[in-house]
């Protein structure tokens, strides 16, 4: 997948994903906002075909790093999907 950085900071960041819909930024802005140390998690779409930011602020921690522990915890929430699959 490819990211754009617009903005990185200690404690903020904005990224656009080119190509990616509501789908996943729903998702990803969903898990996001399940770390506490997250003040606030959205993006934007200015247009409807248009590529979202995603926008995101914290209080005292790497924002690239949350963005990458949800990511990780979305991967492990789809390979438990897939082992359920298999066992059925």
Not at 65 to 88: F, N, W
């Amino acid at each position: 997948m490819e990211i754009k950085i617009l903005e990185l900071s200690k404690d903020r960041a904005r990224i656009v994903f080119p190509g990616e819909g509501h789908t996943f930024m729903n998702l990803l802005t969903d898990e996001v906002l399940k770390d506490p140390a997250v003040d606030v998690a959205r993006y934007t779409m200015e247009f409807q075909h248009s590529d979202p930011e995603f926008f995101i602020t914290t209080k005292k921690k790497d924002p690239i790093k949350v963005i990458r522990d949800a990511c990780k915890r979305i991967s492990g929430y789809c390979d438990e999907i897939l082992e359920g699959i298999e066992k059925a």
